[in-house]
């Protein structure tokens, strides 16, 4: 089965460094998703795009995030500086515009102490 | 505003009983409505869609959904829940148009009694 690759599963990093999550979505998929989810909040989208453009990071901290896909085969997600407040699982999607179903990695689970 | 609603947080039921995990939706035009499931450490797995036609969609593992627009709700069940079903089930909405983004509910977890 083709599946979304996540790296790492899991990151224990202090806070004020860097973090970078990588996704690499199922070969052919058009549509990439981040997602966070918290206890607190639930599953919270972060950024989204199609054919490798940005159409939505309206729910990501401008500030301290950024999302990127370099190439089709690669997408990140990075935050700097972390902060505690940032720890939860991350998880990436892919899918194809025409047919609405996404596939999820099995996601970064990030713990900023 | 989108919306969904999954009234409950925790649900426990025997193995072999019927299960029927609620979920209600607000939303401004025609939505897309989905249920995914989630087990420990993993991603979520979508198990059914509904996009239009027949309110009664089938979906993966024995599940199905039943949408009613009157009221609002697109609540998942199955006949005979398994051991296996024990997990994390998460109602989604998205628009018919436009971007493609999915709203989630806060998630049910389902616990099943031996």
């Known amino acids: 089965d083709a599946r979304v690759t996540q790296t790492p599963r899991h990151k224990v990093t202090e806070m004020g460094q860097e973090v970078t999550m990588r996704c690499q979505p199922i070969?052919?998929?058009?549509?990439v998703f981040w997602y966070r989810q918290t206890m607190m909040q639930g599953l919270e989208l972060l950024a989204y795009f199609r054919n490798r453009a940005p159409l939505d990071d309206s729910g990501m901290p401008k500030d301290r995030f950024s999302a990127e896909m370099p190439d089709a085969t690669l997408a990140t997600l990075k935050i700097q500086p972390s902060e505690p407040r940032d720890s939860a699982v991350y998880f990436c999607?892919?899918?194809?515009?025409?047919?609405?179903?996404?596939?999820f990695g099995s996601g970064t689970r990030l713990t900023v102490v | 505003a989108q919306s969904v609603t999954q009234p409950d947080i925790h649900i426990t039921v025997s193995e072999g009983a019927s299960l029927e995990l609620r979920c209600n939706y607000s939303y401004g035009a025609t939505p897309y409505l989905f249920w995914y499931v989630q087990s420990p450490g993993q991603g979520l797995q979508l198990l059914l869609k509904?996009?239009?036609?027949?309110?009664l969609v089938q979906g993966i593992k024995g599940f199905e959904a039943e949408f009613k627009r009157s009221q609002s709700s697109f609540n998942l069940r199955k006949p005979s829940v398994h051991w296996s079903d024990a997990a994390e089930y998460f109602c989604a909405v998205g628009p018919a148009q436009g971007a493609q983004k999915l709203v989630f509910g806060q998630g049910t977890r389902l616990t099943i009694n031996p």
């Open positions: 999607a892919s899918g194809l515009r025409q047919t609405y179903g996404y596939t």
């Open positions: 509904y996009f239009s036609g027949d309110t």
């Open positions: 070969l052919g998929h058009n549509t």
